[in-house]
C-alpha cells in the first residue's frame, strides 16, 4: 500500500493557506497546518477531518527559526512545502514608511520561507519526490506607489525561489512559484490598512469578480499534482478585471 502523501501549509489559518489546506486534503494529502493561531488550525484540522481527510495542527511561528527546526524535527515525512505565510502592512510611500513595518514584512515573507525551505529540505529530499511551492505575488514582478515594503519583500521571495531552482537542479525537488494578482482573502487587507474596514473595502470597490482564496487554492494544487517531471516555474493568477497591477476595470 503506497504511504499517504504529506503537505506542510504555513499560514493555514485563514484565507488563501486555509483553502489550500482544505483542497489538498480533497486531493489526498495529509496536511500538516501551521500558523501561529492555535484555536483556528485546531479548528480546521478538526473540520477536515470530518469530511474525510487527513490533518493535524501545529503551532508554528515562521520568524522563529528555533521553533521552525524543532518542527522540522518532530513532522516526518514531507512531500510538498507551500510557503503561504506572508502579508502586507501599510501602504505609505517610501519616504515616509515605517522601517518597523518593512522590517516585520521581511521577516515573516522572507525569512519565513527561508526559515522553513531550509528547514525542511533533507525530508523533501527524502521522499524522492519533493515540492516546494512559493505563494509570492504580482507584487513580486512589478513595483506599484504605495507598496515599497511589501514589494521588496515579495521580490525578495521571488529571488529565493528562482535561485533554489537553480541550485536544486538535477534533484528530485520541484520548485513552484504562484504568483496572485488581486485576492480578495480574508483578513489580507485589513490587515494592511491597520483594520480599517473602509479602506480594505475600496481595494475591491468596483471590482465584479476579484480572485478568492479558493481560486488559488485550486491553482496551487493544480501545480503541486502535475507529473513529477513537470515543473510550474512561475504561474501569474489575475481576476479577468485585473491586467497589470495599475490596471483594473471597475464598474463604478
Known amino acids: 500500500m503506497t504511504e499517504q502523501k504529506v503537505a506542510v501549509v504555513t499560514g493555514a489559518s485563514s484565507g488563501i493557506g ?6 489538498l486534503a ?3 494529502f495529509e496536511v500538516v497546518l501551521t500558523a501561529r493561531r492555535t ?3 485546531e479548528a480546521l484540522a478538526e473540520e477536515i477531518g470530518g469530511r474525510g481527510g487527513s490533518a493535524r495542527a501545529v503551532t508554528l511561528d515562521v520568524t522563529d527559526r528555533a521553533a521552525v527546526d524543532a518542527f522540522a524535527a518532530a513532522v ?4 510538498v512545502l507551500v510557503n503561504n505565510a506572508g502579508g502586507a502592512i501599510g501602504a505609505e510611500s517610501v519616504e515616509t514608511g515605517d522601517p518597523a513595518d518593512w522590517l516585520a514584512m521581511y521577516e515573516v515573507n522572507v525569512l519565513g520561507v527561508l526559515h522553513v525551505t531550509q528547514a525542511l529540505l533533507p525530508a523533501l529530499r527524502a521522499s524522492g519526490d519533493g515540492t516546494v511551492l ?4 504580482t507584487a513580486a514582478l512589478a513595483a506599484y506607489e504605495g507598496g515599497g515594503g511589501y514589494v521588496a519583500a515579495k521580490h525578495a521571495a521571488h529571488t529565493i525561489a ?3 531552482r537553480l541550485e536544486l537542479c538535477g534533484e528530485p525537488i520541484r520548485v513552484i512559484e504562484i504568483a496572485p494578482g488581486m485576492v480578495k482573502s480574508e483578513g489580507f487587507a485589513v490587515t494592511r490598512f491597520r483594520g480599517d474596514e473602509d479602506k480594505a473595502a475600496a481595494v475591491y470597490a468596483g471590482v465584479a469578480e476579484p480572485l478568492t482564496s479558493e481560486d488559488i487554492a ?3 494544487a493544480w501545480a503541486v499534482t502535475r507529473p513529477s517531471h513537470v ?3 512561475l504561474l501569474v493568477v489575475r481576476p479577468r478585471a485585473q491586467a497589470a497591477n495599475h490596471k483594473v476595470h471597475r464598474e463604478i
Open 18 to 23: 486555509a483553502a489550500t489546506a482544505r483542497r
Open 26 to 28: 480533497s486531493e489526498g
Open 134 to 137: 512559493v505563494l509570492s505575488s
Open 218 to 220: 485550486d491553482t496551487v
Open 231 to 233: 515543473n510550474i516555474d
Open 39 to 41: 484555536e483556528r488550525i
Open 76 to 79: 516526518g515525512r514531507v512531500d
Open 162 to 164: 528562482a535561485t533554489l
